[in-house]
């Protein structure tokens, strides 16, 4: 009699182990799929990270040849700064053929602000940090300059496209550079007007990369010498220096600069810039001068005014 109950007990044991038995498959298949998911993770990294287009990499092996801190270009205008019209420009003024990777930049690393220039910044390391941000100079802030906005970060030394400048003579973007070693450029891209090439800081060095045209303007200096009008004097040197007393004022020096070519004032305009002791410019204008016989014709176009008028007529200086 005792036989049959224990017989029983052990089919029931025995049946336990073999439901204990199925229910670990699942179990084993689950730990099978979370190994393999960090596998597919690495999988990807790898497309993530793409080479350098080789257009890039030869000029920042320039730039390092030269000893260059970074490079700039001025690519061109577009009508109202629409980066849509890039591909054309590029194209049409030689930058497509000349360095490739520019047409294929990222809109992430086209940088769009108030105005119509492009430009192109190309630091020479990969381990150079770059913030781009508005800048404001005007009468409001007594043409010190500020800071406003900040548009783009980077550290990891990208190429970037700027697109800005409203005015012809007074930037409106601000590029900060820093090197991995500490080297610090502030800068502000514009085009110098007595050349129209790139005005350049003095330090650290930067290189001109753009593409010039060949063609020369030619630069009329027929306004050279010493003129007066109704108690004013103004002059003008070979060596691009100027000087201008009102009628009941001291004299102020300066520069002037004649524009050749700008898609904001007539080409031959004239900048003046003048300060009486310090280096702030007391007196800043651009001019049209127009020589007839023994008589200039000066038209303000922008800027301060000579004797407070709009056109002021002088005559040669015995």
């Known amino acids: 009699m005792l036989r049959k109950p224990l017989l029983l007990c052990l089919l029931t044991l025995l049946c336990l182990g073999s439901l204990a038995a199925c229910g670990e498959a699942p179990a084993s298949a689950e730990e099978t799929i979370t190994q393999t998911e960090p596998s597919q993770t690495q999988e ?18 320039d730039l390092q040849a030269g000893d260059y801190f970074c490079g700039i270009a001025f ?9 849509a019209g890039l591909p054309q420009l590029l194209q049409e003024k030689g930058y497509a053929e000349a360095y490739p990777f520019l047409a294929d930049l990222p809109q992430a690393q086209i940088v769009t602000h108030e105005g119509s220039q492009v430009y192109c910044l190309v630091p020479r390391d990969q381990e150079t940090s770059l913030t781009v ?28 496209i700027l697109i800005g400048n409203v005015s012809d003579v007074i930037p409106n973007l601000q590029v900060t550079l820093v090197g991995a070693d500490g080297t610090e450029l502030v800068y502000h891209p514009a085009l110098g007007l007595c050349d129209n090439t790139i005005a350049l800081p003095a330090t650290p060095k930067v290189y001109d990369f753009s593409l010039y ?28 220096t100027m000087t201008y007393t009102p009628p009941d004022g001291a004299a102020m020096t300066g520069t002037f600069y004649v524009i050749t070519t700008s898609s ?27 020589v007839a016989g023994d008589t200039l ?17 002088f005559s040669a200086a015995g």
Do not use: C, K, M
């Open 213 to 240: 045209s060949t063609e020369e303007t030619p630069v009329e200096t027929d306004f050279l010498g010493h003129w007066t009008a109704d108690g004013a004097e103004l002059s003008f040197a070979e060596d691009g």
């Open 133 to 160: 941000q508005a800048y404001r100079s005007d009468a409001e802030n007594g043409y010190q300059g500020e800071v406003g906005d900040t548009l783009y970060t980077d550290t990891q030394g990208q190429p970037v």
């Open 264 to 290: 904001q004032y007539p080409a031959g305009s004239v900048l003046f810039e003048l300060s009486a002791e310090s280096n702030t410019p007391d007196f800043w204008g651009i001019f049209t001068l127009t």
């Open 297 to 313: 014709t000066v038209d303000n176009v922008t800027g301060d005014r000579l004797l407070d008028q709009q056109t002021t007529t």
């Open 75 to 83: 690519l061109g205008t577009l009508p109202e700064g629409d980066p």
């Open 44 to 61: 990807t990294e790898p497309s993530q990270s793409q080479e350098e287009a080789p257009s890039l990499t030869q000029l920042r092996a």
